[in-house]
């Protein structure tokens, strides 16, 4: 066990949508942060707790007993618009200030690690980030916590409406969340054996769609998945299956559009371990004196990357799954 020689005491909080597993996170981050001598304050509703004063003091082990089995996050989390002004933030450096909080652990996606550092380079607070999103469309990480459970859940939605598809030879579109990012569309589509996947990093699917309506649905299969991600277009799945119905009457069309649900279920063992790993890593990194990095998941190892890339950059979507389900789709 070590003490380090300038922390002592840190905080960790959920900021922006929540995801399964972030419980998890937490939970490594107060152990591990305990075992290596620090004392641990959780923060609630994320950066508005910090504006408002919302502290968890002194958490100690017991506090995180039997969280990790839950979806969302026990901390709680928000989107908060006060922070993105300087009279905010500052107000939540002073509450740093007043608890005596030496570094932070922020848990969250692009929005939040944006947050982080112009709070950092104004107020010089040192902080860690662990990426938590069902999009998985961070740059620098394989993985984000989350996105296998949301997997899961939209796989186990679409099995059961396939049911109901092909009873009826109906054709179902499917909207996925992903307001800039196709992951979870893509690959869901994959396990889910959908015909197209419409996602917003490609503009061509509708050449697809359209083979699929007038070739295979007639021809060989007579009902189908599509998956839309929120983010393909504005009006999402629902205008594209208004389109379709316009232009062929004859097929019965209908829309699924999965929602909230696919953030919320107890985390798959994928996001448990991947939390837990993370959230010791984020630990470690604070005793390597690192300050805003990323601790990440690449080739199942951890990584550092320093949080000005990780905003900056854009993570490039699995192009290899999109040939694989074109391929898969054109066999007669
Ligand atoms: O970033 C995660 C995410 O679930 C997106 O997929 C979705 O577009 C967005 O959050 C919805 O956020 P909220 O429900 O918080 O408005």
């Given at each position: 066990?070590?003490?380090?020689?300038?922390?002592?005491?840190?905080?960790?909080f959920t900021s922006g949508g929540d995801a399964?597993?972030m419980?998890?996170?937490?939970?490594?981050?107060?152990?591990?942060?305990?075992?290596?001598?620090?004392?641990?304050?959780?923060?609630?509703r994320g950066f508005q707790?910090?504006?408002?004063?919302?502290?968890?003091?002194?958490?100690?082990?017991?506090?995180?007993?039997?969280?990790?089995?839950?979806?969302?996050t026990?901390l709680q989390t928000a989107r908060s618009e006060?922070f993105r002004?300087?009279?905010?933030?500052?107000?939540?450096?002073?509450?740093?200030?007043?608890?005596?909080?030496?570094?932070?652990?922020v848990i969250g996606g692009d929005g939040s690690f944006t947050g982080a550092?112009?709070?950092?380079?104004?107020?010089?607070?040192?902080?860690?980030g662990i990426p938590g999103t069902i999009d998985?469309d961070m740059?620098?990480?394989?993985?984000t916590i989350g996105?296998?459970?949301?997997?899961?859940?939209?796989?186990?939605?679409?099995?059961?409406?396939?049911?109901?598809?092909?009873?009826?030879?109906?054709?179902?579109?499917?909207?996925?969340m992903?307001h800039?990012?196709?992951?979870?569309?893509?690959?869901?589509?994959?396990?889910?054996?959908?015909?197209?996947?419409?996602?917003?990093?490609?503009?061509?699917?509708?050449?697809?769609?359209?083979?699929?309506?007038?070739?295979?649905?007639?021809?060989?299969?007579?009902?189908?998945?599509?998956?839309?991600?929120?983010?393909?277009?504005?009006?999402?799945?629902?205008?594209?299956?208004?389109?379709?119905?316009?232009?062929?009457?004859?097929?019965?069309?209908?829309?699924?559009?999965?929602?909230?649900?696919?953030r919320?279920?107890?985390?798959?063992?994928?996001?448990?371990?991947?939390?837990?790993?993370?959230?010791?890593?984020?630990?470690?990194?604070?005793?390597?004196?690192?300050?805003?990095?990323?601790?990440?998941?690449?080739?199942?190892?951890?990584?550092?990357?320093?949080?000005?890339?990780?905003v900056?950059?854009?993570?490039?979507?699995?192009?290899?799954?999109?040939?694989?389900?074109?391929?898969?789709?054109?066999?007669?």
């Open positions: 066990m070590t003490m380090h020689k300038e922390f002592k005491r840190i905080a960790v399964p597993g419980n998890a996170a937490i939970r490594a981050v107060t152990r591990a942060g305990l075992a290596n001598n620090f004392e641990i304050y959780g923060i609630k707790g910090m504006i408002e004063d919302d502290f968890f003091a002194n958490m100690k082990a017991n506090d995180v007993s039997g969280i990790m089995q839950q979806g969302g026990f006060d002004t300087y009279e905010g933030r500052e107000k939540a450096f002073r509450n740093l200030q007043k608890h005596e909080i030496d570094a932070v652990i550092l112009i709070f950092s380079q104004e107020f010089d607070v040192p902080f860690i998985n740059y620098g990480t394989d993985y996105y296998d459970t949301a997997l899961n859940t939209v796989m186990q939605a679409v099995d059961k409406i396939k049911d109901t598809a092909q009873s009826h030879g109906r054709i179902f579109f499917i909207e996925v992903g800039e990012a196709g992951a979870l569309a893509l690959k869901a589509g994959v396990a889910c054996g959908a015909e197209v996947t419409f996602i917003p990093e490609v503009q061509d699917e509708e050449k697809d769609l359209e083979i699929f309506l007038a070739e295979d649905y007639k021809t060989k299969k007579r009902s189908g998945i599509i998956m839309v991600a929120e983010g393909d277009r504005p009006g999402g799945a629902l205008e594209l299956a208004n389109k379709v119905q316009k232009e062929y009457p004859e097929i019965g069309v209908r829309v699924s559009i999965l929602g909230h649900m696919q919320g279920g107890s985390p798959t063992v994928t996001d448990r371990v991947a939390a837990t790993q993370m959230g010791v890593a984020a630990i470690d990194a604070l005793l390597d004196d690192q300050k805003n990095i990323m601790v990440g998941l690449h080739n199942e190892k951890i990584v550092r990357v320093p949080l000005s890339k990780v900056k950059l854009n993570r490039s979507f699995d192009d290899n799954l999109l040939y694989i389900q074109k391929l898969i789709n054109s066999a007669y």
